[in-house]
Structures are given as C-alpha cells and as structure tokens.
C-alpha cells in the first residue's frame, strides 16, 4: 500500500519557506522605494552603493537560507547579516516585520533539531537584531526617523521578541512530539519482537516437546524388551527414527521461514537451500491432525481418546493452529508426566466458542517444573485470542486441562 504524501509543511524545507520569507520581505521593502499605489513614495531611488549591498544581503540570507538544514545557528547569523543589510540599502529605521519572521522560522528549525545548548545563542541573535540596526544607524550618523515611519520603539521591540519565543515553544512542541512519536516506535519494535520471541518459543516448544516425548517413551520401551523381544525393540526404534525425522523436517521449515523474512526475488538460498532445495511448504498444522495426534501417542503407549462434539467446521488459522497446540501440549504433559496409560481429549465447537478439554486418570501434579513453558504458552495462546485457560488436578483424581476460544459468528478459514 502506497504511503500518503507528506503534508507540505513537511515536505517544503525549512531553508526554502525562509528564502521565499526573506525574498518577500526584500521585495516588499524595494517597492516602497518607486511610489507603488498604496505603498509610502517621495523616497528617492536606490543609489548605486545600495543596490550592492542590496545583494550583497541577498546573498547572505540565501547562503543562511540553504544552510539552515544543516548549520542552523550559522544559517540563523546569515539570515540577521542579511536582513540587517536589507534594511540600510532601502533606508528603512527598522527591521522588516516579514524579516523578523524568516528569523523567527530559523529560531524554531534550530530549537526543533538541535541541541539545547545552541538555543541561548540562537535566541541572543533573534532578539538582538533589533536594536542593533538601531545601534548600527546611530554609529553611521543615519537618522532615527524617516518620513515613512518605521518601528524603532519599545513596544515593537517586545513584540518581536515575543514572536522569537513563540518560536522557541513552538520547536519544543515538535521537537517533544517526535521524540514521543519515536519512543513510541521504539516501544512497539520492542513489543513486536518480544511477541515473536514469545511465538517462536511456543511453537518451539509446542513443536519439539512432544516428539521429544514420544522418543523418549518409545526408546525406554525398546530398551526394555530388547533382549526378551527383538521385533517390538525394533519397531520403537522405528518409531523414534520417524519421530526424529519429523521433528528435524519441522525445525528445518521453521529455520527456513525466519531467515525469509519476505518472497523477495533474487533472494539468494542459504547453504541448507543449495543443499537440500527449498524447504516443502505445508498446511498449518489444525485441529484435522488431532486423530494423527492421537494414533501416534497411542503407538507409543499413551491411549489417546478423541471425543468430538457439535457440528465440525472450518475455523479461522490462528484459533485452529491454537487450539491444535493446545492439545497437542496437553497430551506431552501427560506423555512426560501424568505416570498413566490414557488420557481424553474432547473438542465442542459451539455456536460462539470452541472448547477444549484434556484430562487423564494420572498422578494430577501437573507442577513439575518442566511443564511450566507448556503451561505459560497454552496461557499465552489462549489469552491472545481472548478466551478462557485452566489448568489444575482435577478433583476426581488426574489433570485437567480446559480452554474456551470464542469464534467470531460466519468465521471460516
């Protein structure tokens, strides 16, 4: 998606607005010079020495003007050296108030991207422009009062001063809003990261732990009849070579998709890649591979008793992928630590919410440290989908395991 245009405002710099400012601040001075309608006349033109410094100024205040983006304090000088010389060529007693105001633009720029420590200087320079284009008329031995009227008193003096810390507050206030605004981008990088740490640690452990389990339970079998009954022995060895294989295949695809941020063309394939070509792309894992769930614990010891209630429907990705591991957690607990032979699964999709129960007949202390990471990402899962976790020894004797995940109404995959 195209991103909107900046507002021009943002998209002008600050150095153009101050020349396009002082440009027409200049002008506006000049014509009062050749009698324009509506401007003061009976001013002789401009002699030949003040059209010089005429440009002179001009230079000045360009050279600040294109400076102010990067050398703003020395920009700000520029643009006072100019405005002061705009002023003596045209013969006016005071400052421009168009002048003040591309200063004012500079002031604001600087206190908006700069260090504070140049404030003081820059605000020195702002407000002393002023009287000393008054001090400076005096050491020429030109007059203070000219026939048009400018402003050379006390009350328009704090006037511009008073637009010179209008500036000042008004480069704090954005000053102050782009650094909330980058804190807040800071936070929510921050946020975004630790949440994908979060869900590649839950799919991690949700995608490891229970293979591990299974491995683990078929190697202790096949250890234990090895001598006594070779053929079983070797059939749990098959089974771990399986279990193995799947989970190497399923850490491969994760390890592939983080180092692949986006489909981008071109993308040169990592060393893996060239090896063994692309990594084979799968459906999400849902609640359809609850039976191969079940049948592949049940292989290695651990009856699994999958009872489905309501009418089965598609569900959107991440409450299918969640409710899936969920279960999935559930049964590697009691694989790991539950010491039982069984365990019931039951899945109800209602008309508004899901529910998922797991409970076995097993010892029910479901606090052993190891099954803490298991429980905090069920937690986890449960809580981003808004929906209800619960996880205690049942009162009948095992563990039990309940979530309730609500379903958005006509939710489909």
Known sequence: MPMPPLPLLKRVPPGVWAALLWSAATLSSVRAQFGIPGMPSGLPLLAAEDWLL???????????????????????????????????AVGSLGVAFLHHLTLDIALGFLVATRSRRSWGPAFAVTVAVLPGYVLLRSLLGLPLRLPHGAYTSWTYWEAVSLLAVIACLA???????????????????????????????????????????????????????????????????IAVETAGRETLSGLR??????????????????????????????????????????AATTGAGVRVDVRWRGERRP???????????????SVTNVVRHAATGSCRVSVEYGDEELAIEVTDGGRGGGGSPDTGFGL??????????????????DPAG???VAARLPVPVGATR
């Open 54 to 88: 005429l440009a002179a100024a001009t230079v000045s205040a360009l050279t600040g003007s294109r400076l102010l983006s990067v050398r703003p304090l020395p920009a700000l000088v520029l643009l006072a050296v100019g405005s002061l010389g705009a002023a003596l």
């Open 171 to 237: 480069g704090m206030s954005v000053r102050r809003t782009r650094e909330y605004a980058q804190e807040l981008t800071a936070r929510a990088a921050a946020q975004a990261v630790t949440a994908e740490r979060l869900r590649i640690a839950r799919e991690m452990h949700d995608t490891v732990a229970h293979s591990i389990g299974i491995i683990a339970l078929q190697a202790g079998a096949a250890a234990r009849v090895v001598g006594t009954r070779p053929e079983a022995a070797r059939q749990a060895m």
């Open 253 to 294: 695809r994760m390890l592939v998709a983080l180092r692949q941020p986006e489909p981008a063309q071109g993308r040169e394939h990592g060393p893996e890649e060239r090896e063994h070509g692309p990594a084979p792309l799968r459906p999400a894992e849902g609640l359809a591979d609850v039976e191969r769930l079940a």
């Open 315 to 329: 569900l959107p990705p991440d409450i299918d992928l969640s409710a899936f591991r969920i279960i999935q957690e």
């Open 376 to 393: 905090t990402g069920m937690r986890e899962r449960v809580a981003l989908l808004n929906g209800d976790f619960s996880a205690a020894p």
């Open 398 to 400: 095992g563990f039990r």
